[in-house]
């Protein structure tokens, strides 16, 4: 079975744009989460999607939103970018909400 | 909320030597707990887990961890650790009893960089 695919795997942009990251989970599963991993905050969660539904979220501002289609893929968007979202960031998937989560490569995104 | 506390940043030892790799978190009635591991440029493995039932969980790759829920630990052991074995390792923790946003949120510790030398 394939394991959860994240594209682009490298992005470049500039302050002020925004991105959008794509995530597609292991066939069968429904639940994505989003993570942000930084060498000075670590690995910090994002949101989490189950059913085209946001069932969780993290503490990170408004600038930050994504969403889940009705083929469990999910997409991340980050609007107004700064320097600060330099990060690499990581989709996981699991069958239903309380399973374990499966790591994409993550996409890393480095903003100038 | 839930908190993960990796004791060691790093971790040097030699090839074919012991290693542990601590790991605590903030106490809880129930919780699931995690030891994934990331290698250079990569995403997350996940390498073992504790969900219920015995508390010494084992990899396919020789190593183990022990659910210690008296002392709320869950460190990672291995007997004998190879060059392959470097890398960064992850204890993580979900939360099924706390409330509003932090119910059922995977939460990480800062890591612990394990370097095996030859």
């Known amino acids: 079975k394939a394991g959860v695919t994240q594209t682009p795997r490298y992005l470049i942009k500039t302050r002020g744009q925004q991105v959008t990251l794509s995530c597609s989970p292991i066939s069968g599963h429904r639940s994505v989460s989003w993570y942000q991993q930084t060498p000075g905050q670590g690995l910090q969660f994002l949101f989490e999607?189950?059913?085209?539904?946001?069932?969780n979220k993290g503490n990170f501002p408004g600038r930050f939103s994504g969403r889940q289609f009705s083929n469990s893929r999910s997409e991340m968007n980050v609007s107004t970018l700064e320097l600060g979202d330099s990060a690499l960031y990581l989709c996981?998937?699991?069958?239903?909400?309380?399973?374990?989560?499966?790591f994409g490569p993550g996409t890393r995104l480095l903003v100038l | 909320a839930q908190s993960v506390t990796q004791l060691d940043s790093q971790v040097p030892v030699f090839e074919e030597a012991p290693v542990e790799l601590r790991c605590n978190y903030s106490?809880?009635?129930?919780?699931?707990l995690f030891w994934y591991v990331q290698y250079p440029n990569q995403g997350l493995q996940l390498l073992l887990k504790?969900?219920?039932?015995?508390?010494l969980v084992e990899s396919i790759n020789g190593f183990e961890a022990e659910f210690n829920k008296s002392q709320t630990s869950f460190h990672l052991r291995k007997p004998s650790v190879h060059i392959s074995d470097t890398a960064e390792y992850f204890c993580a923790v979900r939360d099924f009893n706390a409330g509003g946003t932090s119910y059922g949120k995977l939460t990480f510790g800062q890591g612990t960089i394990l370097t095996v030398h030859p």
């Open positions: 999607y189950f059913s085209e539904t946001q069932r």
């Open positions: 106490s809880s009635v129930s919780v699931y």
């Open positions: 504790y969900l219920s039932g015995s508390t």
């Open positions: 996981a998937s699991s069958r239903l909400v309380r399973e374990t989560q499966y």
